[in-house]
């Protein structure tokens, strides 16, 4: 999320979706798990099945390298490889 000037916040409904590891995109932003507590991010569930063999991966939000609104990607700090080694989630 990120701070729009006079205090509102971004939606993530219609906010990034592609992401994007140091070699291309791998996945779509699928959800986001909040701690129903703190209200933490804890993390990104990404839809990979396009790019991956079908797979809905959960990525922590600490390898958010940086978040492009209007191209809508997010960019991780992680090699193609270290996504792979995500864990998986079944629906």
């Known amino acids: 999320m990120q701070r729009e000037s006079g205090g509102f ?6 906010g990034p979706g592609l992401i994007f590891p140091s070699v291309g995109a791998i996945g779509s932003v699928a959800d986001l798990v909040v701690d129903d507590e703190t209200w933490e991010i804890t993390d990104v569930l990404v839809d990979s099945r396009q790019w991956l063999p079908g797979k809905l991966l959960l990525i922590s939000p600490e390898v958010i390298e ?13 090699a193609r490889e270290d996504i792979l080694q995500a864990p998986g989630v079944r629906l």
């Open 9 to 14: 916040m971004k939606r993530c409904a219609g």
């Open 66 to 78: 940086r978040i492009d609104w209007p191209e809508k990607k997010v960019h991780l700090r992680l």
